[in-house]
Structure formats: C-alpha cells, structure tokens
C-alpha cells in the first residue's frame, strides 16, 4: 500500500496533557511513555504508522534548557526515540508547558544575549532560532521532532486520515501567581540566583527556563486561523475535529471555571465561524463531555474516528 493511501481501520485517538515522558513533577498523572504503554494503552498492537493519537497540548517532551548546545538531553531522546518506535504516528498541538523556544525557534534576542546564553556559540544560537524543522504535512504546517512525532502549529487544517482537523495550540499559564522572571533583566548569574533563591518558594517560573511568552498565540496565528476556517467552510459544509489545548470561554463558565482570556474568548468566537463535529482540549486537568460534542479530556485516550 502507498502512503497515499487510507486503509479501511484507520484510527484516531486523542488523549488530554502528558506533561513529559515520565510520571513527575506537580502537574502530571502520568508521562507519555505511561500512558502509551502497552498496558495503558493495549489497542496499540492493532495500530500501524498510518494510525494516529493525538495530544490535546502539554505534552512536554521537548521541555529541558540547555545553556551551550541545541541539542535533546539523554531523558528527552530516549523517551523521543522511544515513541518513535510507537505503532501509530504521535500529533500533538502545543500547550503553555512546552519549551517554545526549542520546538519552534527563540525569537528574544535579548534573552540570547544575556548571561543565560553567553556560553553558546553563534552556530548552535543559529539552530535555536530555527526550533525542529518545519515542514508541510496533510496540508497544514508542523515541526517534525521525529518522521512520526509531529507538532500541528497553530491554525492549521490538516487531513489526518481522511477527517479534517482544525488545530490550535497554547493557553495562559496560571501557574505564575508570583510572577515570570526574565534572566536578561539580570547583569549576571549571581544576581539572578540572588533573587531567583528568595523568590523560588512561590509560584514563578523562568522565561527561556521554564516559561515561554509564545505559550499564547501571536495576532498573526490568530487572525491565520481565523482566515483558514473562513476559507475552508466556503467549500466544506464541516470540520470533523477541532483539537485545541484551552477551552472556549464558554465551556470554561460552564464547567466553573473564573477568568476567561484572550485565548478562550478567541475560541469562543470561532464557533461562530464555523460547523464542526466534535471539539477536544486539554489544558483543565479533567476528563468530561459537554453539549454532546466538546470533550475535556487529560488521562484518558479517546478513539474519535468512529
Ligand atoms: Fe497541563
């Protein structure tokens, strides 16, 4: 069979954040590598490359700073590599815990001047401007992080095995009560850790370290989504999936959840541009459907092609 074709058992499954590889850290039941075992996940062993399962955001495989080299620590490229060896093909739209800068390029220059960066030669400053290759894949952007490990950019409509699927990635983290603490505000790394070891009790994360400002979407993603979905309902009647990280800011009232951003508002009015089948995210921790056809998803894997 050519890669062009579809095979009649063709499956799409979608799961909610896996915030890395491994079961660690505050925020995560479990990594990917738990998750897509074999024992969480048995339905594997009927699935082939042309198979996908698809991550609502956080996935968090591409997350460590390494201050001189672009390159995956020896924990990343293993748990990489091993989803690789995964009978299905890996899709994930970004979340606002993922290191941005590695996966799709650092564009502060200010950061890459500081002290942060000041080991790092000008080549390997080059490779983190660029993030993993682009490239365009079922009609849409993504960055290959492997052949079958692929990010979905933001706004993109990509035809993943004969489904259309808008894509939409990002959200605003909320795990920065005690603020974001840029390291070129620093003249150096002794001040920075002078401060950063009297703050690093709260809740604060590290811009280039621990947090990316690229966790919310540009104007230009916004308006380039938008404009896909005008264009694509103009000779579609519907879009089968729509898979974001965030929630529209609906779902967020309705599930209780104060304070909407710019994010859901966003999402929220996308509804009205367009029909669609069912939507899923991530991002809320939960597991649970709302209106028949919006699905808050985190642990549990979901088949969605049937
Ligand atoms: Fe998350």
Redesign the pocket.
Known sequence: MSSDEVKDTLAIYVT??T?GSQRYGR?SVDGFMHRFGTEAFPEQKDLSKDDYVIVC??FGGVWETDRKRVREPASEKYSLDWLEDKPFTTLFVP???ENYDRLTGCRDERLLGCWLYEKMPPEEKEKLRAGYPGKLWHGGRVRELRPSVLMLERGEIFDIGGKSCFAFGGARSHDIGDGIIDPADYPDERSFKRDYAVRREGMIRVKGISWWEEEMPSRDEMDRGRDNIRAFMESHERLDFVVT?DAPASDKQALGIDGTDEMSDYLESLRGEMKYGKWFY??L?GNCMLYGNHYLLYEQIVRIDE
Do not use: A, L, R
Request: glycine share 30%.
């Open positions: 909610g954040d915030h925020f955001g956080d979340g606002n815990h990280h991530g991002h921790h």
